[in-house]
Nanobody
Framework: VQLQACGGGLVQTGGSLRLSCAAS????????MGWFRQAGGKEREFVAAINWGGTNTYYADSVKDRFTISRDNAKNTVYLQVNAVKPDDTAVYYC????????????????WGQGTLVTVSS
C-alpha cells in the first residue's frame, strides 16, 4: 500500500488548510485511516482517525472541534480539514493506514505516508 499525502503549507494563525491522503495498491476491501503529526524535537502523536464507513471518527483533545477528518472511499482518499490553526499545530503531518475497518488506537498502523509539512505563522 502506498499513501500519498499533500496539502501542507504555510498558514497564518487562525487560518485553514485541507490535507489529503490518497491510498493505492493492495488496500483490501475495507481499511481505517488516520492522521498523526510530529513537531520538531517531539514524538509523533495521534491527531485523528476514521473507520471504513466514515461513521466513527476519533480526535486528539488538542484538535477536537478544530479539525475534521473525512474520507471518500470511491477515491481511496482521506482528508483532514484543519481550521483555527495555532502555532502549536506546526508539524509534519502523516497519514496512516490500518488493515481493519475500525481504527484501533492501541495498534500501530500498517503503513505510513511520507508526510506533509504544515507551518503556522503567528
Amino acid at each position: 500500500v502506498q499513501l500519498q499525502a499533500c496539502g501542507g503549507g504555510l498558514v497564518q494563525t487562525g487560518g485553514s488548510l485541507r490535507l489529503s491522503c490518497a491510498a493505492s495498491g493492495r488496500t483490501s476491501s475495507s481499511y481505517a485511516m488516520g492522521w498523526f503529526r510530529q513537531a520538531g524535537g517531539k514524538e509523533r502523536e495521534f491527531v485523528a482517525a476514521i473507520n471504513w464507513g466514515g461513521t466513527n471518527t476519533y480526535y486528539a483533545d488538542s484538535v477536537k472541534d478544530r479539525f475534521t477528518i473525512s474520507r471518500d472511499n470511491a477515491k481511496n482518499t482521506v482528508y483532514l480539514q484543519v481550521n483555527a490553526v495555532k502555532p502549536d499545530d506546526t508539524a509534519v503531518y502523516y497519514c496512516a493506514f490500518q488493515y481493519t475497518g475500525i481504527w484501533y488506537r492501541t495498534r500501530a498502523p500498517h503503513y505510513w505516508g511520507q508526510g506533509t509539512l504544515v507551518t503556522v505563522s503567528s
